[in-house]
T-cell receptor
Framework: DTAVSQTPKYLVTQMGNDKSIKCEQN?????MYWYKQDSKKFLKIMFS???????INETVPNRFSPKSPDKAHLNLHINSLELGDSAVYFC???????????FGSGTRLTVV | KNEVEQSPQNLTAQEGEFITINCSYS?????LHWLQQHPGGGIVSLFM???GKKKHGRLIATINIQEKHSSLHITASHPRDSAVYIC??????????FGAGTILRVKS
């Protein structure tokens, strides 16, 4: 069983579209994250939710909206996609104040 | 300047060589991770450290909290070790801050 699963794995879309990436974890973790890896392979946190509450919200355009229906899911919705949004987006989960980070396999988003 | 600095950025080694990747950080942390990312692949956590040293197979990770420095060593390197190795520090609140990564290529 996949511990942290993201869908889709690849997403190609046109500028201006709205898209969502889904993330689910079956580890019983209470905290979930979205990270963005840019073209230079640099990873940076975007959001973190603990028990469905937003606890980290880095400087991210408000076109990006995370949604956590329960503590096992953290979805990322992106409005009005731009070319610069092209990147690999990683979901991760952990237990708060613990170090047991587990990453998803990533979603490669290409905006054309 | 990034809060987490890794060196070297690129490393090419011959199979069997001993490899060291260094990580220095400038912020207070609760833990440090060493991560591995294969081309086109996901991210795997190799080690989580808050002090001392950990060993797993041919991999050894050390951390010196006072000096804010960690090293990842690979003994008897093998081509399958070729990957990007990323140092990430866990700031308080479970937020990970990443180094830029070290691209390792091990030639046979």
């Amino acid at each position: 069983d996949t511990a942290v699963s993201q869908t889709p794995k690849y997403l190609v879309t046109q500028m201006g579209n709205d898209k969502s990436i889904k993330c689910e974890q079956n580890l019983g973790h209470d905290t979930m994250y979205w990270y963005k890896q840019d073209s230079k392979k640099f990873l940076k946190i975007m959001f973190s939710y603990n028990n469905k509450e937003l606890i980290i919200n880095e400087t991210v355009p408000n076109r990006f909206s995370p949604k956590s229906p329960d503590k096992a899911h953290l979805n990322l919705h992106i409005n009005s996609l731009e070319l610069g949004d092209s990147a690999v987006y990683f979901c991760a989960s952990s237990r708060l104040a613990r170090w047991d980070y587990t990453f998803g396999s990533g979603t490669r988003l290409t905006v054309v | 300047k990034n809060e987490v600095e890794q060196s070297p950025q690129n490393l090419t080694a011959q199979e069997g060589e001993f490899i060291t990747i260094n990580c220095s950080y400038s912020v207070g942390i609760s833990a440090l991770h060493w991560l591995q990312q294969h081309p086109g692949g996901g991210i795997v956590s190799l080690f989580m450290l808050s002090s001392g040293k950990k060993k797993h197979g041919r991999l050894i990770a050390t951390i010196n909290i006072q000096e804010k420095h960690s090293s990842l060593h690979i003994t008897a390197s093998h081509p399958r070790d070729s990957a990007v190795y990323i140092c990430a520090v866990m700031e308080y609140g479970n937020k990970l801050v990443f180094g830029a990564g070290t691209i390792l290529r091990v030639k046979s």
